[in-house]
C-alpha cells in the first residue's frame, strides 16, 4: 500500500530503536509505531511494542510468531578439513574448489522442535546448527487485549494470528517478550526460553526497560566527549554505541563478526576479531 511519513529513531541513551510511518491498505489508513530494546540487563530478552491507529473502524489480522530463517545449505566449520596445500590453491579465486564452497558460514539452524500453546499466547522453538554447533531455544509471549489469538503453528512455524477490531482513533497496542535459552540440556530449551518469557511478560514494562537503561547508563559513563564539532562527536559516539551494542554480556564470548548489524555471518568470531574492534 501507500506508505508516507517513514521515520525511524534511535536513542543511543537506552538503545531503543523506534520506527513510525503511516501506510494505506485498502481504503483504511493506519499509523504504525513500533519501539524495540535488546535488554541489556537480561541477555536473554528481547521487548517489542506495536501500536496500530486506524482512520476508521476496521477488522485487523496479523500474523505473529517464529520462523526459523532460510538459510543457504552451507557446511559447518568443524566438518571441513582439508589438506593445508590447498588453501593457496582455492584463496582468493571464488573457491573453485567444491568442498571450500561457501566454507567461512558457521552453519546453518535446523528446527528441532515447536511449543504451541495460543490461549497463553506463547510460543517456543528449539534449533541447533546442522552437524556440530550450539543448540538454542527462542520462545515470544505477546500481551494484547480485545483480540482474539489463534494458533497457526506448523512444522516449519511456530506462531499464531491476532484478530483485532479497531475503533476509528482509538489506539491499540501488541507487546512482545522475546526470550532466549543455552542450555547445556537441549530437552529443555523451549521449557526455559517459555519460562524466561513469561516470566518477564508477568512483570511491569517500565521495571524492565528501568534496569536496561541502567545498564547503558553505566556503560556510557566510558564516553569519550569531542567538544568543537557536533558532527564529529555524533560519529564517534556512534561508534561507540556500535561497539557497546556488540559487545556481550558473557565474557568469555568475543564481539560476532558484524554484530547486530547484518545475519551474514550468523553470530560467527575470528581469530583476529580485535583487529575490526579498534575505535
Known sequence: GDCRNYQQTLDTDSATLTT????RVGGVWLTVLVETWLSRADRFLAYQRLQLVSDQDVAVELGVGITPNDTPPRHPFRS???????YPRTHGQGFTDP???????????VLDGITAAAADGVWAVAAC??????AVGVAQAIRVEGARVVDASDEHHA?????WRLGAGQPRTLEQFIAFSRDDRPAALR?????RARAARDRSVAAL???????????????VLLEGDDRLARQARADLFQLYQNAPVDERYPIQIMGLASPGYFGGCFWDTHVYNLP
Open 20 to 23: 513510525e510511518y503511516g501506510v
Open 80 to 86: 571441513l578439513i582439508w589438506p593445508h596445500e590447498d
Open 99 to 109: 568442498r571450500m564452497t561457501y566454507a567461512w558460514h558457521p552453519g546453518q539452524m
Open 129 to 134: 546448527a546442522a552437524g556440530h554447533g550450539p
Open 159 to 163: 506462531g499464531g494470528r491476532i484478530e
Open 191 to 195: 521449557a526455559v526460553a517459555a519460562a
Open 209 to 223: 526497560r528501568a534496569e536496561h537503561v541502567a545498564v547503558w547508563a553505566d556503560l556510557w559513563r566510558g564516553e
